[in-house]
């Protein structure tokens, strides 16, 4: 089964090949005391044997003399050594493959150990945490005995430089040589690593210190077959440019490579800093003018009668756009019930492409997810009755409840929810229009990141389980609202779950009538 093109893989699945994993433990140890058995019956033999032939060679026809040391003899070669042999070809370890070959079908393959450790770069870039912190298993709000190794550490470097990915390889094998210099035992060799470190600081444009690495890779290994001619070709690289600059050459420094020394190579993400800011809690332009224009209210849904004696808790989180959250909107026992029904339907989550209108599974998008009908369950209905209580707009037209979990580095990069007019077929095929509002539920706390945040204007929203918050994406005039372009933050320490209903236009004619300005 192939988990995940990502680490980032569901929480459900994860745990599941933790128990795989303790099951093959227990098979490798019944192994193991199988072929001690077998040993202790082999030696046992051995003794016997090698005692026996003392004696029967020190006077071979003294010893074949007496008839029943001949009779034995004859038996032992032909009985006697044919069931050792049996018993040496017997092989315990029969069981252990097969346990092995029935799980194996369930275990991560390479793509997945790759996105593994792509989820660790895109948190140590999200959260700005040295290579250092994941070895020694330093998260924010988590104590633990996890450590990477330097063999962990190297293989981290080498997943980043086959990926051309030079600045996190720079990193990881920094630290890998950094745990090696300290005196950790390893089977990576200094010189393994030296060679892809000083490639890739090069590729990061650190000629100074690419020679003074492949310096010391050449004094540990003179006849390495790249080092030699890579050094020459560093030389003479840097002096043409410090001649051409008419500079004189300056030594690399010696300060030891770590975060921030040098700059992360741009990507496709226009506001990649103010989003990563966002979701570390920097950033956020909640001043205290527009703190003192949020309130905290009852709503009854316009009158409904569901809510009239149990309105709902809703607090302002940001005026303008709106967006409000509501309180206990779910209980425990709803957020558990719907898990249960979804967990078995969780799936690689998609985005509609848009110019296809087709589904497809995205690398800016890492979670898994599940659809749930009203039909599923009671439960499932009920929700969907009270978002339309709540929110007043109809769900006849809304997109299934689509549930989300977020595991370690599962995210949603900045997105809008609604089609924009250059994708004019997104939602054609549903015939209920563009995403008028997103209403989504958090169903867990998450002990570190996993925030949903707003990098146009500034908002940063933590999930609180059973919470729920709400907003438009759209005007009353039907178009688009850009300042909603959100994000879901790479989950840092444990398990994001939410679901959300897309709520789309039609049927909203006179529950959501057109205001008088384009942008009411």
């Known amino acids: 089964m192939h988990l995940d093109q990502t680490q980032e893989t569901a929480l459900r ?30 030696k046992s033999w051995a003794n016997k044997l090698d005692a026996l032939t003392r004696v029967s060679t020190t006077d071979p026809e003294g010893y074949l003399a007496h008839p029943v040391n001949a009779y034995k003899l004859m038996k032992r070669l032909n009985t006697e050594w044919n069931e050792l042999e049996s018993l040496v070809l017997q092989n315990p370890s029969d069981g252990f493959i097969s346990n092995m070959s029935v799980h194996r079908q369930y275990f991560p393959d390479e793509e997945d150990e790759t996105g593994a450790a792509k989820a660790l770069m895109r948190l140590q870039d999200t ?33 980043a430089y086959n990926d051309a990915d030079y600045y996190h390889a720079v990193l ?49 290994d003179p006849s390495h077959q ?51 800011a966002l979701c570390r809690g920097e950033g956020i332009k909640l001043t205290e003018a527009k703190r003192s224009r949020l309130f905290c209210r009852y709503q009854d849904g316009f009158r409904n009668p569901r809510l009239l004696l149990k309105p709902m808790k809703e607090e302002d989180e ?29 799936a690689r989550a998609t985005v509609r492409d848009p110019k296809t209108g087709v589904l497809t599974t995205a690398q800016y998008r890492v979670s898994k997810s599940a659809w749930l009908e009203g039909e599923d369950d009671p439960v499932i209905a009920r929700v969907n009755q009270r978002i339309e209580d709540i929110t007043g707009l109809t769900v006849d037209t809304a997109e299934l409840l689509q549930v989300a979990n977020y595991g370690v580095g599962g995210q949603y990069e900045p997105h809008y929810d609604f089609s924009r007019r250059d994708e004019p077929d997104a939602f054609k095929r549903l015939g209920t229009g563009n995403r008028v509002a997103t209403f989504l539920n958090y169903m867990s706390d998450v002990t570190a990141g996993g925030a949903t945040v707003f990098p146009d204007f500034g908002a940063a929203i933590w999930p609180r389980k059973g ?29 994001k779950w939410v679901s959300n209903k897309w709520i789309h236009e039609r049927g909203q004619e006179f529950r959501r009538p057109c205001g008088l300005t384009e942008v009411d």
């Open 13 to 42: 699945q994860m745990t599941d090949l933790l128990y795989t994993e303790k099951e093959l433990v227990q098979s490798l140890r019944e192994y193991i005391k199988a072929e001690e058995t077998k040993l202790a019956s082999v």
């Open 127 to 159: 959260y700005q945490l040295d290579s250092e912190a994941f070895s020694k298993g330093k998260l924010p709000g988590m104590q633990s005995d996890a450590f990477l190794t330097v063999d962990d550490c190297f293989d981290m470097g080498k997943t």
């Open 172 to 220: 990881w094998m920094q630290q890998s040589l950094k745990q090696l210099d300290a005196g950790e035992e390893a089977a990576t060799t200094k010189a393994e690593i030296l060679d892809y470190l000083s490639y890739s600081v090069y590729q990061m444009g650190d000629l100074p210190r690419a020679i003074e690495l492949t310096r010391r890779l050449v004094a540990i």
């Open 226 to 276: 790249r080092a030699g001619g890579n050094l020459r070709y560093f030389e003479k690289l840097l002096f043409k440019q410090l001649n051409e600059l008419n500079q004189a050459y300056q030594p690399a420094s010696e300060e030891p490579i770590q975060l921030g020394t040098y700059n992360r190579p741009k990507d496709h993400l226009p506001e990649r800093e103010t989003y990563e």
């Open 318 to 346: 940001w005026d303008s756009p709106h967006i409000v959250r509501y309180l206990d909107v779910l209980s425990s026992e709803e957020i558990d019930k719907i898990k249960e029904l979804a967990k078995p339907r969780l």
């Open 467 to 495: 919470t729920a918050v709400f907003w438009y994406n759209l005007f009353k005039s039907g178009e688009g609202d850009y300042r909603t372009r959100h994000a879901a933050c790479p989950v840092l320490v444990g398990s």
